[in-house]
């Protein structure tokens, strides 16, 4: 079974920093490209950055470039998304998930390959 466990999450003023973790367990996670999503109420979810397997390509959306940054740990079998100076517009859920590959439009295998994410706040 598939498990992917995000933490890290949290409230923070504008301005601040989050560091998210995902930790996979079920997978050989060193094969898989892994990403992390958001969505805010009442929005489309949207692909925030992706890593290779070996974590020499990342991805990330125009609006997070220079503030967030991926990472992963093959040992672990964890991946990292460390936010920084963050925006009340970064508010929403942050899903990891499993991908088909790590590219401008990439998207996660199954629902089965996606953790149930933590939320992130930031206050203006």
């Known amino acids: 079974l598939v498990k992917l466990v995000e933490s890290g999450g949290g409230s923070v003023q504008a301005g601040g920093s989050l560091r998210l973790s995902c930790t996979a367990s079920?997978?050989?996670?060193?094969?898989?490209?892994m990403g992390w999503f958001r969505q805010a109420p009442g929005k489309e979810r949207e692909g925030v950055s992706c890593?290779?397997?070996?974590?020499?390509?990342?991805y990330y959306i125009d609006s997070v470039k220079g503030r967030f940054t991926i990472s992963r740990d093959n040992a672990k079998s964890t991946t990292y998304l460390q936010m920084n100076s963050l925006k009340p517009e970064d508010t929403a859920m942050y899903y990891c998930?499993?991908?088909?590959?790590?590219?401008?439009?990439?998207?996660?295998?199954?629902?089965?390959?996606r953790g149930q994410g933590t939320q992130v706040t930031v206050s203006s």
């Open positions: 890593v290779t397997w070996g974590g020499r390509t990342t």
């Open positions: 998930a499993a991908l088909n590959g790590c590219s401008s439009n990439f998207t996660y295998i199954s629902d089965n390959y």
């Open positions: 079920g997978v050989v996670f060193e094969r898989y490209s």
